[in-house]
């Protein structure tokens, strides 16, 4: 059984900073890409921003220059931290890996959520 446990959401005031995590943990082989996604209220589920295995990287245009996602390989663990934090970057932050959990076995696995608010 493989998890992924998210961290690090809460309020903060536009201008701001937080520091997402996420670490998956399990009967993990190895992980390839990781990265995090957000929904906002009637709204759908958005990539923000992915990291391969060896590390590169690709943002949301939203985010770009703001927002950076990193890597633990060791841990198991993605970061996102998150500058210059804006209303519109309210959302519920998800996190994805591809995890492989055997030879020939990758899935799709999601972390429960983690509500980030930002205040005007």
């Known amino acids: 059984q493989v998890q992924l446990v998210e961290s690090g959401g809460g309020l903060v005031q536009a201008g701001g900073s937080l520091r997402l995590s996420c670490a998956a943990s399990?009967?993990?082989?190895?992980?390839?890409?990781m990265g995090w996604y957000r929904q906002a209220p009637g709204k759908q589920r958005d990539l923000v921003a992915v990291?391969?295995?060896?590390?590169?990287?690709t943002y949301a245009d939203s985010v770009k220059g703001r927002f950076t996602i990193s890597r633990d390989n060791a841990k198991n663990t993605v970061y996102l931290q998150m500058n210059s934090l804006k209303p519109e970057d309210t959302a519920v932050y998800y996190c994805?890996?591809?995890?492989?959990?055997?030879?020939?076995?990758?899935?799709?696995?999601w972390g429960q959520g983690t509500q980030v608010t930002v205040s005007s």
């Open positions: 399990g009967m993990i082989f190895s992980i390839n890409a």
């Open positions: 990291i391969t295995r060896g590390g590169s990287t």
């Open positions: 994805n890996a591809a995890i492989r959990t055997s030879f020939a076995t990758t899935s799709d696995y």
